[in-house]
């Protein structure tokens, strides 16, 4: 009985022991693209990059829209189409080809501009990201950590296991610059060529 009570005692020891050696750490992805600087500059970027475009499409939809208006302001003249006077008929129909028109238009702009910002946030996201992995790896090897989780892993850590503002402080001292450079060029890449990362992956949007 006593040696089976000092070997349970010996691996209960060993047990403790081994999960007071265990080293574990948390990112807050969320908080790394809502405060670094890098992440704060390449979202600047992409509005100045695609804020052009998308008053363009404004336009082109504050047209259609207009175009709208007048249809229906015909139409409400008579009870039916034939009932409408040869001039409104004629003013209608010039409307509804203009309209058709202008709505493929905007349809293939707005498809355009679609997968055109996509492809940069993809690509903004993903060079945060890889700067933001490389400095956690660092910090995982030079602190000797076993195992670090993002927040959307865990149901609740204590905040003394949270990295967050170690891996924000290296990163903020990367060059911006740098990498808003690259968004001129992203467009003009093949989708197989994007930059790729692994480890930490962006947050989600709704």
Known sequence: MQRKL???SLLASSTLAYA?????GYVDVSKIFSTSKPALAMQEAL???????????KTMNDKLVSEQTQMQA??????????LTTTDRASL??????????????????TTFQQ????????ASAAVLGRANTILKDISDKDDFDLVLTSNQL????????????????LNKVNSAELIK???????QPMNSQMTTTGLTAPTTK
């Open 182 to 188: 690259q968004l001129d060029n992203v467009e003009k």
């Open 155 to 170: 149901v609740y850590a204590k905040p003394k296991y949270d990295l967050t503002d170690r891996v924000i402080a290296e």
């Open 47 to 57: 509005k100045t990059k695609f804020d052009p475009q998308q008053k363009s499409l």
């Open 116 to 123: 055109s910002a996509q492809k940069a946030q993809d690509f």
């Open 93 to 110: 129909e010039k409307l509804q080809t203009t309209y058709q028109k202008d709505q493929m238009d905007f349809q293939q702009k707005y």
């Open 74 to 83: 015909i139409m409400k003249k008579a009870p039916s189409m034939d009932k």
């Open 20 to 24: 007071s050696d265990f080293k574990l």
């Open 6 to 8: 000092l070997l349970i």
